[in-house]
Every structure is written in structure tokens, then in C-alpha cells.
């Protein structure tokens, strides 16, 4: 389901027409096909949750809360030319416009004397002019390209989307919380609940999975 989420995000987000109406739809849709596909796969296809005893992962639970309050304390500052500055305001503009990419009104009125003291070179499709932040596109009208990985913005896009801005920037500590507890599911399976415990350990405390689940 994340992942379906995710890329459906991110391709509504690259074509320009992302919101969170036209997100449920395409989700809702592809979910559909895809279940249609397993059931004719196998007919005899059943989801059956497994049973696991509380006092069995009452360990999980208790480092699931003391890593919450490591995890939960996202985007502490913001610069524009940094990646925390540059993922919230991305995520915002697709918000705000249903796109990646974006258009400056100031830099459309540049005149050609300010781009030549702005700008060493006209952007072209082969050579890029960079901003803080940004990569301009293209002179007139001024499009703009956010840097970074376009996946990360528009999880937070989603996230805003549904709950506002400070509750929306709860979004990435939540996916962080869910991994830890993913890696879990995952050792239980193959090893065993120690063994699942251990590895689900290992990925709170390191001080990557905290340093990113913050901003």
C-alpha cells in the first residue's frame, strides 16, 4: 500500500496534477486492477492475519515510544538552500500547485542586464543554471526544479495534504516508525520474534534512521 501511495504521488506530482482527490482515485483504481489480477490469478486467494500474543511483542512496543520521541520532532529549522528547506518548501508548491517543478513570477520580470549579473549562462536544455535550492530550467518564464529526490516531497505533499502543515510534517517520523516495525515483521518471519526484536533495536538506535526521520 505505501508503495502504491508513494509512486502514485510521485507520478501525479511529475504530470503536474497531484491533490488528494485525484491521489485517492488513482490509488483506489490501481488497487482494484491489481486485485483483480490476484483473485483470477488464484481464486482460492484469502488474507488471513496472523495471531501474535501482546505479551510476544510487548518488548517492540515499548521501543516503538522511546524511539517516538526521538523520531517525533521533524524539521527543527528550515534553509531555503538545504535539504530540509528544500523538501517542506517543495512539498508545500506541489501542494500549492499540483507540480515538481514551478514558475517564479520575479524571475520572469528579470531584466536581460539582471540575468547577466544573476546568471554566468542562459539556461539551455543541456546546460543548467543552479540556485540555492533550485535549478532554473529555462528564461522566460522562469521554471524552476527543486533538488533533491521528489519522492521524499511528495510523501510529505500527502501528508499536508490530509492534515495541514504541522500535523503533515508528522508524516516522516510516522514512515520511520513504520519501518522499524516493517524490519520486525520481517525477522519474525525468517528467525524468530528475538531475532526480530534485535533488528528492529538495531534500526531505531542508528543515529541515521533517527538523523533522517527528523528532517
Request: hydrophobic share 55%.
Amino acid at each position: 500500500g505505501l508503495v502504491l501511495v508513494s509512486w502514485s504521488a510521485l507520478l501525479l506530482a511529475e504530470f503536474g496534477v497531484f491533490s488528494i482527490g485525484s491521489l485517492a482515485s488513482l490509488v483506489a483504481l490501481l488497487f482494484l486492477l491489481a486485485l483483480r489480477f490476484m483473485t483470477k490469478a488464484d481464486k482460492n486467494l484469502t488474507f488471513k492475519p496472523q495471531n501474535v500474543s501482546f505479551r510476544a511483542i510487548f518488548p517492540l512496543f515499548c521501543l516503538l515510544v522511546v524511539v517516538g520521541f526521538l523520531f517525533f520532532r521533524p524539521f527543527e529549522y528550515f534553509l531555503g538552500g538545504v535539504d530540509p528547506g528544500v523538501y517542506v518548501n517543495t512539498a508545500v508548491s506541489i501542494v500549492k500547485n499540483g507540480s515538481v517543478l514551478f514558475v517564479d513570477k520575479e524571475m520572469t520580470g528579470l531584466s536581460e542586464s539582471s540575468r547577466q549579473v544573476l546568471f554566468t549562462y542562459v539556461p539551455s536544455p543541456w546546460v543548467r543554471s543552479g540556485l540555492a535550492g533550485d535549478t532554473v530550467l529555462d528564461f522566460p518564464p522562469g521554471t524552476l526544479e527543486p533538488h533533491g529526490f521528489h519522492l521524499f516531497p511528495a510523501w510529505l505533499a500527502v501528508t499536508i495534504s490530509m492534515f495541514g502543515m504541522k500535523l503533515g510534517l508528522l508524516g516522516i517520523p510516522l514512515l520511520a516508525l513504520i519501518s522499524v516495525f516493517a524490519l520486525f515483521v520481517v525477522g519474525k518471519r525468517l528467525f524468530g520474534i528475538p531475532a526480530g526484536f534485535i533488528a528492529a533495536l538495531l534500526l531505531a538506535t542508528n543515529i541515521s534512521q533517527v538523523w533522517y526521520s527528523r528532517f
